[in-house]
């Protein structure tokens, strides 16, 4: 089946700092992604929707300038948590459609210290 | 009111038996209809999706989607240990490439 690439699977950063995580489809054109955040015992909530070539909608209460999304060709598509903080450490999940239903990324856990 | 509404659990069901999971939905216009199964640490996986009203079978799971009630279930048969996880139930509108809308999820147990 379709399969999307998430990495990194996790990542520990300092506050203040920036972190970038990519989601690749591998074996379909994406040419929309979606990108979830997700606290513990908590379901999914979506955060941006990024389409090729165009600029990301975000979500109410998501700050764009904070979570930078790129999403530059068919099977690429980015988002950098920029000037992190604790309380941005969590569950981020990307998912695109392939065809058949929707299809996730492994998700990067992402804790601020 | 929510958009996606699941019965919050935990559920737990002994080996072998018949798991139910419920999910209503707000939007009457929704048009898709998934179940993914999330284990602890791990993203989610599709199980089923289902986009007319009825009954859906592959293997053990069975969906269900009744539009007029906008009601959606999942039954799990013969459960399995390995069944035990999240269930999350996703409503999308309209165009399949549109955003999902996503219950908070049903926890089920399956003891030996």
């Known amino acids: 089946g379709a399969v999307v690439s998430q990495h990194p699977s996790w990542v520990i950063c300092k506050s203040g700092t920036s972190v970038k995580i990519e989601c690749r489809s591998l074996?379909?054109?994406?040419?929309?992604m979606f990108w979830y955040r997700q606290f513990p015992k908590q379901s999914l909530m979506l955060m941006a929707t990024s389409n090729e070539g165009s600029k990301a909608t975000y979500e109410q209460g998501v700050e764009k300038d904070k979570f930078l999304i790129n999403h530059a060709s068919l099977t690429l598509s980015t988002l950098t948590v920029t000037s992190a903080h604790p309380e941005d450490s969590s569950f981020y999940i990307c998912?695109?459609?392939?065809?058949?239903?929707?299809?996730f990324g492994s998700g990067t856990r992402l804790t601020v210290v | 009111q929510k958009e996606v509404e699941q019965n919050s659990g935990p559920l737990s069901v002994p080996e072998g038996a018949i798991a139910s999971l419920n999910c209503t939905y707000s939007?009457?216009?929704?048009?898709?209809f998934f179940w993914y199964r999330q284990y602890s640490g791990k993203s989610p996986e599709l199980i089923m999706s289902?986009?007319?009203?009825g009954d859906k079978e592959d293997g053990r799971f069975t969906a269900q989607l009744n539009k007029a009630s906008q009601y959606v279930s999942l039954l799990i048969r013969d459960s399995q240990p390995s069944d035990s996880a999240t269930y999350l139930c996703?409503?999308?509108?309209?165009?399949?490439?549109?955003?999902?809308?996503f219950g908070r999820g049903t926890q089920l147990t399956v003891w030996p």
């Open positions: 289902i986009y007319s009203n």
């Open positions: 939007d009457r216009g929704s048009q898709s």
């Open positions: 074996d379909f054109q994406a040419t929309t």
């Open positions: 998912s695109a459609n392939a065809g058949y239903g929707y299809t």
């Open positions: 996703a409503v999308g509108r309209g165009s399949t490439l549109g955003r999902l809308y």
